[in-house]
C-alpha cells in the first residue's frame, strides 16, 4: 500500500509563509515526477508545481516567485515553502507523485488527501 501524506497548511495572513510537506511511503521501487496541486471551493484543481527526480522544476504563473518546490529523494519527500501569501491561493492543496510499485510495472499516479491552506486578508 502506498500513501502520500501532506502536511503543514494552516490559517495565516496575506504576505505569511508556510511550509507544506509530502511523505510518502508503503512498499515502492521509485518515485518519478512529484507535484503539488490545489482547488479552492467551487474551482477545478489546478497545478501548483512539479519536481522531476533530478530537480527540475516548473510552476504556476500564478506562484512563481513566491513559491519554491524542493525534494528529498532519500526520504521520498516533497516541499513546498509558500512566500508573500495572498487570500487568493486559499485552497485545499494536494502532493501527487508518479510512483513505480515494482521494477517490472509502469508508474501510476497517487494523490494525497490533502491539507488546508487558508489566507486572510
Known amino acids: 500500500q502506498v500513501q502520500l501524506v501532506e502536511s503543514g497548511g494552516g490559517l495565516v495572513q496575506a504576505g505569511d509563509s508556510l511550509r507544506l510537506a509530502c511523505a510518502a511511503s508503503?512498499?515502492?521501487?521509485?518515485?518519478?515526477?512529484m507535484g503539488w496541486y490545489r482547488q479552492a471551493p467551487g474551482k477545478q484543481r489546478e497545478l501548483v508545481a512539479t519536481t522531476t527526480k533530478s530537480g527540475t522544476t516548473t510552476y504556476a504563473d500564478s506562484v512563481k516567485g513566491r513559491f519554491t518546490v524542493s525534494r528529498d529523494n532519500a526520504n521520498n519527500a516533497m516541499y513546498l515553502q509558500m512566500n508573500s501569501l495572498k487570500p487568493e491561493d486559499t485552497a485545499v492543496y494536494h502532493c501527487n507523485a508518479e510512483i513505480r510499485r515494482t521494477y517490472f510495472t509502469d508508474s501510476a499516479d497517487y494523490w494525497g488527501q490533502g491539507t488546508q491552506v487558508t489566507v486572510s486578508s
Open positions: 508503503g512498499s515502492f521501487y521509485t518515485i518519478n515526477n
